[in-house]
Each structure stands twice: as structure tokens, then as C-alpha cells.
């Protein structure tokens, strides 16, 4: 019997943003629903969020952060992962502005939630990316076999 891989998260707190009440009930979130998470705690550099995130194997990085520094960290943090050529999906938590919304989503955070956001909305799409980018469960469609080409004699005698 096959048994089936947990998501990995990692959740982190950019910063020196000392609110980590909303971190700590994302990762307690993400575990009921069946998420291995890694809570790195309070006062992470981007670095120290990337180095993790890529030593931990995990298949997605959740920052928090209510300092409004969302623009500065989330962008950075997806980029560095880029840069090492990682596929881990980031997502985001805290008070956003929406004017920094679609820069955040134009530099890879691929979810944005603020307080209040029903903790389903956060679960299915954090299950959704992960299957389709990470683990490629969506299905493709088949490529042809290549053809294969009868080889041609020679027509030199010896």
C-alpha cells in the first residue's frame, strides 16, 4: 500500500513583526487539515526563510506579517526561491494593502489572506497549487510516441 505524502508548509514571520498570533493559527490550520508544517517563529531574515524552506523540503512557504512590510519580504522571498530554482509555492497572510496586491501576485505569492478569510479558501487553494505545480497531478495530456523510421540499406555491395 502506497501511502499518500502530506503537504510540507513552512510558516514564517518576516522581520522584526512581533504579531504571531495569526501565524501560529495558520500553522495549527494547516495542520488539523492534514499539512506537515514547520513553524519557524518570529524575527526570520529572507534568507533564513529560504535556506529553511529549501532544507525542510517543503512544497510551500506561508509568511505573516501585520508590519506592512508584505511588499518588501513576500518579493523578496519569492524571488530568492526563484533564483535557486525552486518551485515551492509562497503564499501570504496579514493586513494588505491593495494597492501592493498585484505586485505581490505579479512577483509569485500566489495567495493572499487577510484576517477574516474562511480557513477552506486557504486549505483548497494551498491543495490545489501544490498538486498541480509541485506534485504535476493534473492531468496532462499524452504525448505521441515518436515515430519510429525503418532504417534504409545501403545500396553499396562489398
Not at 56 to 68: I, Q, T
Not at 80 to 85: A, Q, S, V
Not at 101 to 110: C, D, M, Q, Y
Not at 112 to 141: A, C, F
Request: hydrophobic share 35%; proline share 4%.
Amino acid at each position: 500500500m502506497v501511502e499518500k505524502r502530506k503537504i510540507r508548509v513552512l510558516v514564517a514571520k518576516p522581520g522584526t513583526d512581533s504579531h504571531f498570533r495569526g501565524a501560529e493559527l495558520i500553522a495549527q490550520i494547516l495542520r488539523n487539515a492534514g499539512m506537515e508544517v514547520v513553524y519557524t517563529g518570529r524575527y526570520q531574515t529572507s534568507e533564513m526563510i529560504v535556506s529553511t524552506a529549501i532544507a525542510e523540503d517543503v512544497d510551500v512557504v506561508a509568511l505573516s506579517s501585520l508590519s506592512w512590510s508584505q511588499e518588501a519580504y513576500y518579493t523578496e522571498v519569492a524571488k530568492m526561491l526563484k533564483d535557486k530554482g525552486s518551485d515551492i509555492l509562497v503564499v501570504g497572510g496579514g493586513i494588505i494593502s491593495e494597492k501592493v496586491k498585484p505586485k505581490l501576485l505579479k512577483a509569485g505569492v500566489t495567495g493572499l489572506y487577510g484576517p477574516g478569510t474562511p480557513n477552506e479558501v486557504i486549505i483548497n487553494h494551498i491543495k490545489d497549487r501544490v498538486e498541480k505545480e509541485r506534485w504535476n497531478k493534473e492531468k496532462s495530456p499524452k504525448k505521441a510516441a515518436p515515430k519510429k523510421t525503418a532504417t534504409k540499406k545501403s545500396s553499396c555491395k562489398k
